[in-house]
């Protein structure tokens, strides 16, 4: 699973304020119970009054500690002072224990309501910093620390989704499939309750009714992934009746019908996605892969074929074309698409085979002969190629290189050439990979860096 990943919002004020004094009064039942001022209590506040002052770090971690222990103390002598559980929360955010802080600061709301007017500046003023620390770690790519700072933003202040709605996709991109699920569902009930929309402006719950709507798509996705069909099916389904036109969704449905094993009902669906005019090569591509999963050969060529056509260097659609064409007994058919295959991908062994299997299936011995010697004579072997193409342009190509004849840790070099769908060059990436015992398999990635949408892609190899 692939997700394109962005900030959901800006880390700005404006989330879900306190409401009137009146409502939180008459929701209270009174304006509760009346701070009191203790030895510990002073002690308290003097050690956070010399921690905003302290000139290092760790002078001013050494004050919060002390801080906290005062809090702690006052809590003890009386746990119905409010103040008390004030304090503590101050000092575990000066030691940046937010979950600590969050908890003193709803015990001290608990026993006086009026505090929340002061408690949501200082809880969302937090989780605005918190979110602000994790943008650039989102940036660069490094979800799991990210994540880190997401999370402590949720345990300060839960009056506004987005960094649920962040956490849910950096936990579905990393399959943290639990983890996933229960960002996914936290941010979906919050928008889902109207109290919450109600405490903000109309752009804001705009917003976040926006951020949120494809939340319940990316939660089936996740579950799909975790293997939970029967939980992502129904999500499916429910998506797919209600938007009948989406390819994407149908193209789900398909494919999880397909792992349960409901071929019947998978194929009826991929005949209506192969029916659909205007689809795009990848799409057609997975509809392949739908009808060759179901040895449904025939309807694989027809996808295969057109989405090759569509992007005549799509190596991976000409690949499962010959393959379908093989499994289809359409023998006379291989040879002109294993050329294409062999053309963009030299030292593919299984493309010499089954152009080899073709050819002695229509008694042409020459072009058996060719194959054989072609496969004997390879150096390394190339496989398990496959494309991913991102969803706002670039690719990453993962494959192995296996040792056929060369000394191992000799060096071979892969030159990757991109290209758009109408087969002209977008661009190249080199790999140089060294090469193990003779047998072993050696695994690779690159990346291509590229503002449009990829086409396909071909390699040259060079060994030394």
């Given amino acids: 699973m692939s997700i394109g990943l962005a900030l959901t919002g800006c880390a700005s004020g404006g989330g879900g304020g306190g409401g009137s004094t009146s409502d939180i009064l008459a929701a209270a039942g009174g304006a509760g119970v009346s701070p009191r001022d203790t030895d510990n209590t002073r002690a308290a506040e ?84 918190l979110y602000q620390q994790a943008t650039p770690f989102v940036q660069s790519g490094d979800y799991e620390a990210a994540a880190e700072y997401f999370e402590k933003a949720n345990a300060i202040y839960r009056q506004r989704p987005e960094a649920m709605v962040t956490l849910g996709q950096i936990y579905a991109q990393l399959r943290e499939h639990d983890k996933a699920v229960e960002n996914i569902d936290a941010a979906l009930a919050f928008v889902n309750d109207s109290s919450n929309m109600a405490a903000v402006d109309s752009a804001t719950a705009a917003g976040w009714m926006e951020s949120t709507a494809p939340l319940p798509l990316l939660r089936a996705q996740v579950l799909a992934d975790a293997g939970r069909f029967e939980e992502a099916v129904g999500t499916y389904r429910q998506l797919s009746a209600a938007n009948p036109e989406d390819v994407e969704l149908k193209k789900g449905l398909a494919a999880i019908l397909s792992e349960m094993g409901n071929d019947a009902e998978a194929t009826v669906l991929y005949r209506e996605l192969l029916a659909t005019p205007g689809l795009a090569p990848e799409d057609y591509f997975s509809i392949g892969v739908g009808f060759y999963q179901g040895s449904d050969y025939g309807l694989a060529v027809e996808a295969f074929s057109t989405a090759a056509t569509a992007s005549v260097n799509d190596r991976d659609a000409v690949e499962m074309w010959a393959r379908s064409l093989q499994l289809d007994s359409a023998f006379a058919e291989v040879p002109p698409v294993a050329d294409r295959w062999i053309e963009l991908d030299p030292y593919s062994q299984n493309a010499y085979l089954i152009l080899a299997q073709a050819a002695n299936a229509l008694e042409d011995a020459a072009t058996t002969q060719e194959a054989i010697q072609a496969v004997d004579a390879l150096e390394v072997n190339v496989g398990d190629l496959s494309l991913r193409r991102f969803a706002n342009g670039g690719a990453a190509v993962s494959g192995s290189v296996v040792n056929k004849t060369l000394d191992q840790g000799s060096s071979v070099t892969l030159r990757f050439t991109f290209y758009r769908s109408d087969g002209t060059p977008m661009g190249s990436v080199t790999e140089t990979v060294s090469v193990g015992a003779v047998d072993m398999s050696q695994v690779f990635q690159i990346q291509f860096d590229s503002a449009e949408q990829v086409g396909g892609y071909g390699y040259e190899l060079t060994i030394g």
């Fill in 46 to 129: 003097d050690a956070l009054e010399a921690a905003e002052e302290a000139s290092s770090e760790a002078e001013a971690r050494g004050h919060y500690q002390a801080a906290a222990s005062a809090a702690d103390l006052a809590i003890a002598e009386d746990a119905q002072n409010p103040l008390a559980y004030r304090l503590a929360a101050m000092a575990a955010l000066g030691l940046e224990d937010y979950e600590t802080a969050s908890m003193h600061f709803d015990e001290a709301q608990e026993l006086r309501p009026l505090y929340e007017f002061d408690f949501v500046g200082i809880r969302e003023a937090t989780w605005i910093d």
